[in-house]
């Protein structure tokens, strides 16, 4: 990894480059089909929301769905978050402390999706919390995060990617953001998520503490 600085946020939209007509039509429609869902979700719950009904408000075809998400639960759960949050740990100073690096990545991306749409962060949580299907796709798909995160910490610590030693450190980073987006739902969105996130990074980082937080 080169030394870099972050001055430029990918996370940032003004920061994010501009993309082809072809690629910004391929947002508008995965955003019409997230938006259709989290709509008809609020409305009638998630086991009652069928494809062919997300297609109809989405103004698209059942098959154009499956062709962007496989499943009903990968559209609550993919976002076009994790390549750029992968590009704003690699633009990080090689020198600085890699959990350090991690933790300004993290609040930059919770700031950024907090405030463009804090809703929809929240119905994901809920959900991934409440509903097994989701919960279940949601562990699964954690092993292509975690895929992504190895490449970065690989460059940064000269390991190999597939080395059991960036392998236990991708998922371990992975399963606890899971779990402090978990306990923020379970405890209905009382807490401070970003507290929550330090808290489970400080974990990672030192271990479990002497005492209760």
């Known amino acids: 990894m080169t030394s870099m600085t972050a001055a430029r946020s990918p996370l940032s939209p003004a920061d994010r480059p501009r993309l082809g007509l072809r690629e910004r039509k391929k947002i508008k429609t995965r955003e019409a089909i997230r938006t259709a869902t989290y709509g008809l ?33 990968d559209i609550v759960l993919t976002d076009e978050y994790d390549p750029l949050m992968l590009e704003e740990l690699r633009a990080r100073p090689a020198d600085e402390a890699w959990m350090d690096s991690v933790r300004y990545v993290m609040h930059r991306a919770m700031d950024v999706m907090m405030t463009e749409d804090p809703e929809v962060v929240r119905t994901r949580a809920h959900l991934s919390a409440q509903v097994p299907a989701v919960r279940s796709r949601m562990v699964e798909s954690m092993s292509q995060t975690g895929r992504l995160l190895r490449e970065a910490i690989a460059e940064r610590s000269g390991l190999a990617a597939d080395s059991l030693e960036v392998r236990v450190s991708a998922m371990s980073l992975v399963g606890g953001l899971m779990e402090a987006n978990m306990c923020w739902a379970e405890n209905d969105f009382r807490d401070d998520l970003r507290e929550l996130v330090d808290r489970a990074l400080d974990v990672l980082e030192h271990g479990l503490p002497t005492e209760n937080p």
């Open 41 to 73: 979700i609020r409305e009638q719950g998630y086991d009652a929301t069928t494809i062919e009904q997300i297609a109809e408000r989405a103004e698209v075809s059942p098959s154009t769905v499956f062709r962007y998400f496989p499943t009903k639960e």
